[in-house]
């Protein structure tokens, strides 16, 4: 049988172009995703910070005006979740801490659906035709994870996730 014809045809070509296959975990989606996206690492955290700060003016303030270093933490923890991503409740007593510490700087509970939208948006850009449906909802079941751990710590509840984004490991 011709390669090129056979039923897992497509699914090969789809991982070997970094892509996700039906078959794929939302770990594996996620995994798969950021490895096509990391060379790209620094200018999807500064157009993340552009969107954020265009989205959400008044978070603004709540970042130092250097933001180099903060950069350099979000790239870290998007690299943890991402390594963790098929079994996030190991971040849980780390992302509670976060979530601690987020309240001293001033964040809300109002805030995290805001990053969520903004980051996957943003991923949403810079992955263009390798971003499905499937994909985004991968994102967003982690990010929706790490958020309810952050609120946990920091001793609020953001309320219900947005339909079709439950809150789960991914």
């Known amino acids: ?21 039906p078959e794929a975990t ?27 700060f ?14 180099s270093g903060q950069k350099k933490h979000l790239l870290g923890a998007i690299g943890l979740v991402v390594k963790n991503a098929d079994r996030l409740e190991t971040l849980r007593e780390p992302l509670e801490q976060m979530g601690e510490r987020h309240v001293g700087y001033g964040a809300k509970a109002e805030h995290y ?3 969520r939208d903004t980051l996957l948006a943003t991923l949403a850009e810079f992955a263009g035709p390798l971003w499905t449906s499937a994909m985004a909802g991968a994102w967003a079941g982690a990010i929706n994870g790490v958020t309810g ?3 946990e710590g920091a001793g609020q509840n953001a309320g219900e996730p947005e339909a079709g984004t439950k809150r789960r490991a991914a």
Do not use: C, H, W
Not at 4 to 17: C, D, F, G, L, V
Not at 61 to 67: A, G, N, Q, T, Y
């Open 26 to 52: 939302p770990a594996e989606m996620i995994k798969s995703s950021f490895a096509a996206l990391e060379p790209r690492a620094p200018e999807v955290v500064d157009r993340f910070y552009d969107r954020l």
């Open 113 to 115: 659906p805001v990053v």
């Open 149 to 151: 751990y952050m609120l």
């Open 54 to 67: 265009t989205a959400a003016p008044g978070v603004r303030p709540l970042f130092p005006e250097d933001m």
């Open 1 to 21: 049988m011709d390669p090129k014809t056979s039923p897992n045809a497509s699914r090969n070509a789809s991982q070997n172009a970094g892509g996700s296959t």
